[in-house]
């Protein structure tokens, strides 16, 4: 009886565990997910965004990407950054994808950590940049 009490116990433990860990997804059609949070930005003529000079954490700014030489190095909060990894997933934003043959991406650029910053923009996936070690080169 008490080995049957026990496997209960841990039985429940377990199950309720499972059942509030699994309220927070990122999956769009499970329980739980609450979907992009901020609206698409398009970019506007003679008002380029790039961030303040010195970013508070988690807060997007609105930013803007010249994507004619690629989009590996960005210039955010005063400082070179290079593209490190793309996190395919939730969007964050919500609304209409960029026109495909833009040259520039307007989206939101937040300040994750020291070392860490992340855009995203309508229809993409989330695009984490890391401080540059050098300078970026020249684009033809």
Partial sequence: MKTSRRAATLLLSA?????????????????GYHGPTLPARTPEAGHWKEGPAKPVQHKPYPYDIYTHCGIKWVKFGGRWWTLDTVFPGVEQVKGERAPRYSQTLSGYMTLIGPDTADFDAAGMPTLQFVPAEKNPPGCD
């Fill in 15 to 31: 199950g309720l565990l499972l059942t509030g860990c699994s309220s927070l997804t990122d999956t769009p059609t499970a329980e």
